[in-house]
């Protein structure tokens, strides 16, 4: 039989952002307090809907210059200060997730390096970083003053799933320097490891490791004393994407 759109009841889609930074040593997330219905005043992911003529990724870009001013960081391209890693984490299909209509999410997770405080737009009331354990506590969020409430829509399990995944992947991959400047130490690195993980590591060991991992780290022949003490080397991200071996996440 031939195909019939009518007998297909028409749904929107979004794209929601799970926007990480290390802040005071602290792993965070981008927030946005609503200003309009559904769960106006309640904390959320920022995100939009997706526009006719955008595929995914151009909407989950747009979305990310519109809220951070940020560039996706395109892996082609020369490094840019200005850019952030853009991937797809996942996508959200509940039927009841969006009191409006039937919303699907194709949710993105960017990691960028110290942020500064971003401003609001579009229908976001205010828009702060927030540290992901606390966005993410049991009775949820709110500012000092306010009333604690969940994130709305399912932007928590989206967090949550967001998370775990750049917990995850620093594991494995070089991920975990998309959190810092084009030129770092291994000091600065090892605080996002702490921050992400949430963990205190053994500075001498992780020198090791992250210096003995082919590919990960490449010296510039510079040093800084922005961190205080002595100079310390200055490194950027090698052109490994896996690591071998792994930075293993210790166990709770």
Known sequence: MPYDPSAFPPFAVTVD???????????????????????????????????????LATAAA??????????????VA????????????????????DPRMRVVSVAHLALAPDL???????????VRWAPVEDLLDEVGYGREGEQAAPLAFDHARILADGVERARSKIEY????TAFCPQEFTVGELRRVYE??????????????????????????????????????????????????????????
């Open 78 to 97: 020369p490094a840019n200060a200005n850019a952030a890693h853009l991937e797809q984490l996942a996508t959200y299909g509940d039927p009841k997730r």
């Open 62 to 75: 747009r979305e990310l210059a519109e809220e951070t001013g940020l560039q996706a960081h395109d892996p």
């Open 195 to 252: 921050a992400v993980w949430g963990v205190a590591l053994d500075p001498r060991n992780f020198h090791r490791k992250v210096t003995g991992t082919p590919g990960f780290l490449v010296p510039t022949g510079g040093t800084t004393t922005r961190q205080g003490g002595r100079p310390a080397q200055l490194f950027r991200a090698g052109g490994a994407t896996l690591l071998n071996p792994p930075m293993l996440r210790p166990e709770a």
């Open 173 to 176: 991959s070089s991920l975990a």
């Open 116 to 126: 500064p405080a971003p401003r609001p737009g579009g229908d976001a009331r205010s």
């Open 17 to 55: 952002l799970v926007v990480l930074t290390v802040r005071r040593h602290a792993l965070c997330a981008l927030a946005v307090r609503r200003g309009e219905p559904p769960f106006q005043g309640r904390w959320a992911l920022p995100g939009g809907f997706v526009r006719a003529d955008e595929d």
